[in-house]
């Protein structure tokens, strides 16, 4: 059972994010834009499988309802209708291929020498009790300096985007 | 077969690679912050098998890092692209050409 | 872990956030109605006096026990604290070059962030742990984009600003892949205890993850001190962002990235150097830097020749720095002599190179000021209209070209001595350190090319030029003789850091 859902996330990730970047039948970003929600939220159930609950909430909360929103927001504030004509070129495709297929080879390789690590491990739950103990006690500090990094994305939204007076 | 890490490695793999592919090739500034969350999304994917298989939580702790840096970012980045497009009319990255490359 | 004992701990960051705070709320809440003048100058001074006292904090307060809060994700030693004076002595300059600036209205963010990048640095420097290490980066990097878009009314700003955000991004996407790998190979975030996994596994032949986690985490922060081929948006953000915070991204932004980098080299990948030597070619991160190194040291010279702007000129010749720096990072300690680190002159290094290059950019704003370029055209006859400023270009030309007796140089002959010795009698390094002496010998000549149309060339505009101002003067003043001090006596900072050294027992 955990074996079909596994390979029916994981399809699902794959396919929704190739239909992210390389949509055939649209090249509007709403699309894309939306296809990256489902990508997400299937990821969201590969870290179910992986029993990282509190994550998968998080994943889906925080970058299929805020971060889309942001996006989606962007997009419609643009106003992009002459964009849609634009194709992508032919030197960009071969270029993208190559450097892409490198990598992949690279990694695969280096993945299928790896020896396979399935260990049945015992099971960690990061259910909200583990991670928020660990989030307050071990990584406090960065959890501050994460709140310094909000305020600076704050800073510079609002600076950024607002229209300069005169 | 039971699915192990390595199974977990490679989707995570393909999807930083789909990412990375969509980050070259297309030229729509937003699609391209779009590759940009898929390849962040693909280290989380790996952050995560790993805590699972490496059993503690550090990983998953990373990875509520990640998600909150990114959605800062994310954030910091479309603002740029709402300041550059009220100058320019454009959100295409072939018409940033004010500067010599 | 209670806040109390970070609190203890992290003190100088904290009064860094609280000065931060304290200029945003004073420019805001108080100072909306006055003129931009004032709100500069007093701006300016708040974030002065709380960078000078988080060093007053450091220098003057005994040191607390050196030892590691919460697993290294905080550490608290002499070279670390040393590193941190250096990078808050850049940020007041940088503060104090901003104080001219007529880009923005809104002054008391732009301190702010100055100074919010800034405890990104600090943060980044003083930690061996890489989910810090990704979060100080970030912080970091988020703060310079924004300092870079800031000025409005320029298009090439938003552009740039763009540009960087966009390698910016990769860089943190190609990090955060390669320090997952890590991770997983020895699961833990600590570099000491990815270290110990990372020798277990390369007792024979390197693990693939492995290979795969050197590749990315060398890509990664490539992008971040803009090593060849990683360097593409370098040029622009240091043409397109206004001058302070191009400046800073020179200085403080190179010193913090290199210093992380090196750690995170020597002490996260230890065990898997391989070798970089051309008889005994063997896979690790040394010969995968060495590649970057020679492209660095190669390209960045010979594009220098062909700019046109000062600004992208600096931009080139940063690169091409990058490739000496990351000499020094490889000069990994040898058997035959395991007591010469070689972070003794990668700190002495970046940081009279950080002096040198915000030095360059304090003139080039007093050049944009008063001709509204920076290029090279804009320099001509400088000598005759400000001879002052043109004597410290001389300086700062120079010593980027490393010539003695100034900072450059000493700088020059450590790194490269460092890296001639780390391979013992077999000479490893040498190719490099060939490659790299022939490379200054070129870039000599487009310093010269500087210095020529400032000293030689006649003076093309007619009217008489505004006079500069003193303070401006000063700053420029100020840093050519802390660049020729620090050249006449490298002891000043290579002393004590060595010292450091043994204590950290790197």
């Known amino acids: ?166 | 077969m039971t699915i192990g890490l390595n199974h977990y490695l490679v989707v995570s793999i393909m999807l930083f690679c789909v990412g990375l592919f969509g980050v070259i090739v297309r030229r729509n500034l937003l699609v391209i912050y779009m590759g940009l969350e898929l390849m962040l999304n693909a280290a989380n994917l790996a952050l995560v098998a790993f805590s699972r298989f490496n059993d503690n939580l550090d990983g998953q702790v990373f990875v509520f890092f990640i998600i909150t840096v990114a959605a800062a970012e994310v954030a910091v980045g479309l603002a740029l692209i709402v300041a550059l497009y009220r100058k320019r009319q454009t959100v295409h990255a072939e018409d940033l050409t004010t500067l010599r490359l | 872990m209670s806040y109390l004992s970070i609190l203890n701990l992290a003190a100088p960051e904290t009064i860094m956030v609280m000065t931060a705070l304290a200029v945003l709320a004073a420019d805001l809440l108080f100072m909306r109605e006055l003129e931009r003048g004032t709100r500069q100058l007093i701006g300016a001074m708040i974030g002065c006096a709380g960078c000078l006292a988080a060093v007053a904090w450091m220098l003057v307060l005994p040191l607390p026990e050196p030892g590691s809060l919460m697993q290294g994700l905080f550490l608290v030693d002499p070279l670390i604290r040393i590193v941190k004076v250096a990078l808050l002595a850049l940020t007041i300059f940088t503060v104090l070059i901003s104080m001219e600036a007529d880009f923005t209205q809104h002054i008391g963010e732009y301190f702010a962030l100055i100074l919010f990048a800034a405890i990104g640095m600090m943060f980044l420097v003083s930690t061996e742990d890489i989910l810090m290490i990704f979060i100080s980066l970030e912080l970091t990097s988020l703060s310079l984009y924004i300092l870079t878009a800031f000025n409005k009314r320029n298009i090439k700003s938003a552009e740039a600003a763009l540009k960087y955000f966009l390698f910016g991004g990769m860089a943190a996407a190609f990090t955060l892949f390669g320090l997952s790998l890590l991770y997983g190979i020895s699961g833990s975030t600590n570099l000491a205890e990815i270290a110990k996994a990372v020798s277990g596994k390369s007792v024979n032949g390197l693990d693939p993850l492995l290979i795969a986690a050197i590749v990315l985490t060398v890509i990664g922060f490539g992008f971040k001190v803009a090593a060849v081929p990683f360097h593409l948006w370098a040029p622009d953000a240091y043409e397109g962002a206004p001058i302070p915070s191009a400046a800073f991204i020179a200085s403080g932004s190179k010193v913090a990235s290199f210093f992380v980098f090196a750690k995170v080299m020597m002490i996260g990948f230890k065990g898997a150097e391989g070798s970089g030597s051309l008889q005994a070619w063997m896979p690790g991160w040394v010969p995968t830097l060495a590649v970057v190194a020679a492209a660095s040291m190669v390209l960045g010279n010979l594009a220098a020749i062909a700019q046109s702007s000062v600004r992208r000129l600096l931009a080139y010749s940063a690169i091409a720095h990058a490739g000496y720096v990351l000499l020094a990072v490889m000069a990994v300690p040898s058997p035959l002599a395991p007591h010469t680190s070689p972070l003794g002159p990668l700190v002495y290094y970046v940081i009279t190179y950080g002096l040198t290059t915000l030095g360059a950019f304090a003139v080039v704003s007093n050049v944009q000021q008063r001709t509204g370029g920076d290029r090279l055209s804009d320099f001509a006859g400088l000598a005759r209209r400000a001879p002052l400023l043109s004597f410290c270009m001389l300086i700062f030309m120079l010593s980027l070209a490393g010539i003695p007796p100034l900072a450059g140089f000493f700088g020059k002959f450590y790194v490269f001595t460092a890296a001639l010795s780390s391979g013992g009698k077999s000479l490893g390094l040498l190719w490099l350190v060939i490659l790299a002496v022939a490379m200054s010998a070129v870039s000599l000549y487009y310093y010269l090319l500087v210095l020529k149309q400032i000293y030689i060339m006649p003076s093309t505009d007619q009217d008489t030029p505004r006079p500069l101002s003193i303070g401006s003067q000063a700053i420029v003043f100020a840093l050519a003789a802390l660049v020729l001090i620090l050249g006449c006596a490298p002891g000043l900072i290579l002393e004590p850091v060595m010292s450091a050294i043994k204590v950290a027992g790197l």
């Open chain 1, 1 to 166: 059972m955990e074996n079909f859902f596994f390979y029916f996330f994981a399809a699902l990730t794959l396919i929704f994010a190739f239909l992210v970047i390389a949509n055939p039948f649209s090249n509007n970003p709403v699309t894309s834009a939306m296809f990256l929600v489902l990508t997400i939220a299937s990821l969201a159930g590969l870290f179910v499988l992986l029993h990282a609950y509190f994550l998968a909430a998080v994943q889906v909360l925080v970058y299929a309802g805020a971060v889309m929103v942001l996006f989606l927001f962007v997009i419609m504030l643009l106003d992009l209708k002459a964009e849609e004509e634009r194709h992508i070129r032919a030197f960009g495709l071969g270029a993208g291929l190559i450097s892409v297929g490198a990598i992949v080879s690279i990694f695969l390789i280096s993945l299928l020498k790896a020896p396979l690590l399935s260990n049945p491990a015992p099971i960690v739950h990061g259910d909200t009790l583990a991670l928020g103990k660990l989030l307050f006690n071990q990584y406090s500090l960065p959890f501050e300096i994460v709140s310094v990094l909000l305020l600076v994305a704050m800073i510079g939204v609002v600076l950024l985007s607002k229209k300069e007076l005169k």
